[in-house]
Antibody, heavy 122, light 112 residues
C-alpha cells in the first residue's frame, strides 16, 4: 500500500505563497498513476486542487485559476504544491494523494496521505 | 462543474441495523464506455478519507461486503447492510467523470 506524507509550514501570512511537499514511499512516483492535492475546510468541504503525472503533465481546478502550480521531483520521489496570494479562505487541511484512472475514462483518488493543516494568518 | 448533493446530512443507526446514504449528481455520470464514474469514501474520526466503492458498485481492496453501491445516471445509494461501531464517520460521494473532481457535502454516521 502506498504511503504518502505531506509536509510544509503550518502557518502562512496573507498574500504570501503556500508550499507543501508530499513524500511518496513504498511505491514509485513513475508508475502509471497521477499524484494530486485535495484540501478540506469547514466552509467548502473537500476540494480537488490539481494533479500531476511524473512526466510533468498537469491538471488544475479552474477555481484556483493561476494561483496554483504542481511539480514533481522523481529523484526524491516527491511532488509539490504551491499556492500563491493566499487569504484566510485558503486555511484548510491539505491532503496529498494518488489517483488512478480507467482505460477509457474516470479519475479517482485511491490513496490519501495524512493531511497537513495550513493556517493563513498574520 | 458537476454538483454532488448528499442526503441526509446525518444518520444515527443502531448497531446491526442497515443504513442508506444518497447522492445525486447534477448530470449523468454514465460514460460512453458503459461505466458510471461515481465513488464513495469514508472519513473516520481524525483520519484521512479512504476509498470504499469505485465505479458505482465495486468494493475497493479490503472493504467489507456489508458495503454496497448502486444507482444509475444521476442518483446513487451507498448501503451498509449491518452497521458496526467501526463504520462511524463522514461518508462522501465523488464524481470522477469530468474534471474538476467534485465531492458531495458529506453524511455523518453515528451509532445510537
Amino acid at each position: 500500500q502506498v504511503q504518502l506524507q505531506a509536509s510544509g509550514p503550518g502557518l502562512v501570512k496573507p498574500s504570501e505563497t503556500l508550499s507543501l511537499t508530499c513524500d511518496v514511499s513504498t511505491d514509485s512516483i513513475t508508475t502509471g498513476y497521477y499524484w494530486g492535492w485535495i484540501r478540506q475546510s469547514p466552509g467548502k468541504g473537500l476540494e480537488w486542487i490539481g494533479s500531476i503525472y511524473h512526466s510533468g503533465s498537469t491538471y488544475y481546478n479552474p477555481s484556483f485559476k493561476s494561483r496554483v502550480s504542481l511539480s514533481v521531483d522523481k529523484s526524491k520521489s516527491q511532488f509539490s504544491l504551491t499556492l500563491s496570494s493566499v487569504t484566510a479562505a485558503d486555511t484548510a487541511i491539505y491532503y496529498c494523494s494518488r489517483l488512478d484512472s480507467g482505460v477509457y475514462g474516470g479519475v479517482y483518488i485511491d490513496y490519501w496521505g495524512r493531511g497537513a493543516q495550513v493556517t493563513v494568518s498574520s | 462543474d458537476i454538483i454532488m448533493t448528499q442526503t441526509p446530512l446525518s444518520l444515527s443507526v443502531t448497531p446491526g441495523q442497515p443504513a442508506s446514504i444518497f447522492c445525486k449528481s447534477s448530470q449523468s455520470l454514465l460514460h460512453s464506455d458503459g461505466k458510471t464514474y461515481l465513488y464513495w469514501y469514508l472519513q473516520k474520526p481524525g483520519q484521512s478519507p479512504q476509498l470504499l466503492i469505485h465505479e458505482l458498485s465495486s468494493r475497493f481492496s479490503g472493504v467489507p461486503d456489508r458495503f454496497s453501491g448502486s444507482g444509475s445516471g444521476t442518483d446513487f445509494t451507498l448501503e451498509i447492510s449491518r452497521v458496526e461501531a467501526e463504520d462511524v464517520g463522514i461518508y462522501y460521494c465523488m464524481q470522477g467523470l469530468h474534471l474538476p473532481l467534485t465531492f458531495g457535502g458529506g453524511t455523518k454516521v453515528e451509532i445510537k
